[in-house]
């Protein structure tokens, strides 16, 4: 079970036990992390923990987790703050608490059978003790064709499920307590602030938790993009520029603007910078870097999101822990990438046409609530394949889901919830050399006048000229695809926002890979394609006359799904 998981040599791990409750565990952790092992002085109180708690100014240790939890068991998962999950046996009171954090990010894949419960941080360490499971759950497949994940805590596989967040289930006796300690409704009930109020405690708020993610005995890497999450990080972080380093995810070739503007942030702070590329050997290998990347990620993460453990493995040569600004566009200003996936009608058999244009219709109830949807479920489902492929590599931190602050952030006025103002001015307050250097969306200075009214239209032109030209345009417009790139790299309209091009690089450098991973027995014999439709598709995009890179991960995903997860697993004796 163990062995399923440890995806690298810097792995580490170990077991334990308590067979007078019936319960047997490991445990799996990157190499200088902080999950593992704790126990107490008298050995009857055992926490497993994967992730981090971050309290007061810095980061718990297990043993420090113990000793609360003896100190105040009534409110000790309630005051845990961070990315984890974890397993705390109490052999004094013959109990075991299997938890996680309020965002289900550290997931627990669960399966419940004839009495007994099943758990792991990984869906593959459970099929490779219970090959049973070892098939498609029909709803979650669907549901991860229409929008590119499972909903509502399924998971794509028959009999597995995903521990909700903030849950907190209790085993005694034989017997299994599933409540919760925290529920969205709790910062859903608070008051609103004032514009200015909301304003005055976030900038507080900010930099007083900013130090606990700074703190480590390791090197951290900051993850630098050219948009305001990062730059807020920057101009609020602790002064010690001592085991800090920073770098920027890049393509093969050029310059994006979150490389330029990176740069020059790291410079003004006076930090090493590094752009991390993709090299030749990305695209030589992709195969196995699909097969990596599907694998760690129990397929979250599709054959397009490849290069996640391909820059981490090189952001880990420079730290092995990367502070990033994720999530802070979910939590501060309400954006979301949750839709329908634009898969052809005539990729599927009817029978799962059928069954994606039912389940789209749960697109609308899911965003009744638009911030509990964006924080709670969005990051957990939609955004966790990329999280999970990252953190295979390097320990993982955000500001952004720092309890303190998601909860203020549910105080924020309409008036400025979408707002980028507020980030901007926290910049500006905080580092006047930072604000003089614009975000890639435009944002610098007072963020008025003509200039900078110039500098935003330019700014989101590009950008959505970018996304055109990264994305192809859509698929009744794809015989113009070339020409509007042609015509986009003219004007330098293009390629100043994004540099991952799985598009065209499905139509040259992976051109021979797709040809190849297309023309298999497994998927022209899969129940849910369409296989004359499908038998097409590397010819239809390599030749430019359409855009099925979106049909191209799909398939190859579940493909590699079937092959590595069910078929090729071994299984535990």
Known sequence: MIASMEHEAFYKSGTCSAPQLGIYGGWVALENSAGQLFTNEEKNVTLIFSGECFLDSEVATGKKLVQLYEENKQVFFEKLNGLFSGLLIDQRQNKAFLFNDRYSSQRIYFHESNGDFYFASEAKALLRVLPELREFDPEGVTQFLTFGCTLDWRTIFRGIQILPGGSLWTFENGNCRKEKYFSPETWESQPQLSAKDFEGNFQETFKRILPRYFSTDSKIGIALTGGLDTRM?????????????????????????????????????????????????????????????????????????????????????????????????????????????????????????????SDAQKFSEQKKEPMTFAIFKEISWNLFGSLAAGRSQVGFRTPYLDNELVALAYQSPEAIRKSSLPA???????????????????????????????????????????????????????PFDQAFKFVASKLKLAGLHKFLHYNDWFRHELSGYLQSALNTTQIRQSCFWNPYFVKHIAGEHIAGRKNYSPEINAVLTLEAIERLLFRELPRDK
């Open 424 to 478: 901007s001015r926290l910049v500006k307050a905080n580092s006047k050399i930072l604000n003089e250097i614009p975000t890639d969306r435009g944002f610098a200075g007072d963020n008025s006048g003509l200039k900078f009214l110039c500098r935003r239209v330019f700014a989101e032109i590009t950008f959505k000229a970018d996304y055109y030209n990264n994305e192809g345009l859509p698929r009744q417009l794809a």
């Open 233 to 357: 990080i920057m101009a609020c972080r602790p002064q010690n520029n001592v085991n800090q380093t920073c770098y920027t995810f890049a393509g093969q070739r050029g310059e994006t603007l979150d490389d330029k503007i990176a740069v020059r942030v790291a410079l003004a702070c006076g930090l090493e910078h590094k752009l991390l590329r993709l090299k030749p050997d990305f695209f030589s290998n992709f195969a196995a870097h699909a097969d990596k990347t599907v694998f760690a990620t129990d397929g979250c993460s599709g054959i397009s999101g490849a290069h996640e453990i391909y820059f981490n493995r090189q952001a880990r040569e420079l730290a092995t822990v990367r502070l990033t600004g994720n999530y802070g566009s979910e939590v501060f200003r309400g954006i979301s990438t949750f839709k329908r996936l634009p898969l052809s009608p005539e990729l599927f058999n009817p029978n799962m046409s059928r069954e994606i244009n």
